[in-house]
């Protein structure tokens, strides 16, 4: 590999890390939120250079991603209008090393 192809590969993980990041921080204000509500702050977002639409699979992809790294879990009220909510919201307020980041991640973004 490359200098060059690993500065931008290290430059895409960045991005991805910071649409996590946003993810988790959207839902997270918002408590509970629907996809088109989330897909229209996308919209709106710095991180959204080309203001296009998040895509439904994208954002599942990105959920589970989420859960695997950072072990919160964002899961579906299917019950009251497919709302969107970390259901161990207690899990952001652990101080082990990954929420730690998480949380220095989401002050630096406000």
Known sequence: MTMKSKKSSKIATAR???RYVW???????YE???FEDIN?????CPLNESEED?????FHDHRIAIEEMFDICIDCDKRN???YYIDNADELNKSDTRNWM????????N
Do not use: E, M
């Open 40 to 44: 229209k702050k996308w919209r709106n």
């Open 81 to 83: 209008g497919f709302k």
């Open 16 to 18: 991805l890390f910071k």
């Open 54 to 58: 998040i895509p439904l699979r994208t």
């Open 23 to 29: 993810l988790v921080d959207v839902i997270n204000r």
């Open 32 to 34: 509970r939120i629907n």
């Open 102 to 109: 998480l949380h220095s991640l989401l002050s630096v973004a």
